[in-house]
């Protein structure tokens, strides 16, 4: 108990030390939270709807929406995160998160309906306007609203006062430590489980 309490000791001062681009870190918490939340939501969509394989297409529209209306709380953790770590431009907080990974799937959207035309020879040119639309007049304003509400919330504080620098970990040679073999695990493992639900499902 004595040296786990020790060791917290030596590394409390690293948990909230400010990092080296704080803006950029900020705002892909407040993505990942916006993710989480938009998954969790249509995970209790699907148990509501017990699993009913007419429902893909509103378990489709239920994730859209839900990830253009979670906007907000994208832009509000990136707020409170940012200026927890003493940040002060809140516009281009907000311009970050309100255009890095929703604008990311807009382009996203509008490649896939492009690569579609490209194939079927039939341009749609409705749908590329409609994701940008919806990116530009839903998940832009929203994230500006929740990066306003953010920044207007007291700075919370934490017990541990961080420290400035870093502590020099150890290096530790080994295969699990291997960026080629990390990198190839954790992208081919689950895209084979998402590949074999979706070839299940539809």
Known sequence: MLKREVAWQKLSGDVFRKPEWPIFFSSLVGAGAQLLIMFMSCFFYTIW?????????????????????????NGYISARLYKFFNGTNWIMLAVISSSGVSGFYAGSFCL?????????????????????????FLTVPCGLIGTYLGFREPKF??????????????????????????????????????????????
């Open 49 to 73: 709807s017990l699993y009913s394989p007419l429902s893909t297409t509103y378990t489709f529209y239920t994730l859209a929406i839900a990830f253009v209306c979670l906007a907000v709380v």
């Open 157 to 202: 504080e934490v017990v541990n006062k961080p420290t400035r620098l870093a502590r020099k970990s150890p290096k530790e040679s080994t295969l699990l430590l291997n960026p080629v073999l990390c990198l190839s695990f954790t992208g081919f493992l689950p895209f084979m489980v998402i590949g074999g639900q979706f070839y299940f499902i539809f």
């Open 112 to 136: 896939i309906y492009l690569t579609e035309a490209w194939e079927t020879g039939r341009i749609v040119f409705s749908e590329i306007l409609v994701s940008i639309l919806i990116w530009l």
